[in-house]
């Protein structure tokens, strides 16, 4: 029988994936991650080394997936608000993952400095304004999009409109509020034009 690595360590990624978003990593069990991925507990420390750098492994693999559902596009923040919600409304386990991790590790890692301060600069010089200018949208569009999965669904929803429909109405307030922004912190006219387009 052919022993496929490369397999197994997906698997044990999409276990932790599921343990963590339940439990976080202080609650996380190895034992019931080894099960759920058909693997043997041991797999775990010899891919991954420990509990602690699991739960990073699974942050750093399910970022990338965000990233490439979500790209950053620095000449229209808009619709990168709009992107990034739509895959955070997908996949909420992803935010709820990222809380558990904030709890847990208040302090950011290096490589997450180093990828936020790289897209905050990509959109300074975008834009001929200060690092600072640019993280403080960032952190607004950011806050945007991830207020839907955070909110009670009755406060989200107070007239009980059809859930999809409301869905959609914020997703507009979501774009047109980082436009808004966009145009008062960057000078960007730009982005106003493009909501239209951006939000159907």
């Known amino acids: 029988m052919t022993y ?17 978003v339940k439990v976080g990593l202080a609650g996380g069990r190895v034992d019931r991650i080894a099960a759920a991925a058909s693997a043997n507990k041991q797999a775990i420390y010899q891919y991954f080394g420990s509990k602690e750098a ?29 992107a990034l919600f739509d895959a955070l409304v997908a996949a909420p386990g992803l935010q709820r993952l990222t809380q558990w991790r904030m709890l847990e590790f208040p302090d ?9 301060v790289s897209k905050a600069t990509e959109i300074a010089e975008q ?15 950011l806050a945007a ?10 406060i989200r929803n107070p007239l009980g409109d059809e859930p999809t429909h409301r869905l959609a109405e914020y997703r507009r307030a979501v774009v047109t509020a980082v436009a808004a922004v966009t145009d008062a912190l960057l000078g960007s006219n730009a982005s106003a034009q493009r909501v239209e387009a951006v939000q159907s």
Request: charged fraction near 20%; charge should be negative.
């Open 54 to 82: 699991l739960f990073e492994a699974v942050m750093a693999d399910r970022l990338r997936v965000l990233a490439d559902e979500a790209p950053l596009t620095a000449d229209d923040l808009p619709g990168y608000a709009g």
């Open 4 to 20: 496929d690595s490369a397999a197994t360590r997906a698997r044990l990624l999409d276990a932790a994936y599921g343990e963590f």
């Open 145 to 154: 999009a991830l207020a839907w999965n955070t909110t009670p669904a009755r």
């Open 127 to 141: 834009y001929g304004v200060s690092l600072n200018a640019a993280t403080d949208v960032m952190m607004i569009a």
């Open 108 to 116: 950011a890692s290096e490589g997450e400095i180093e990828a936020h």
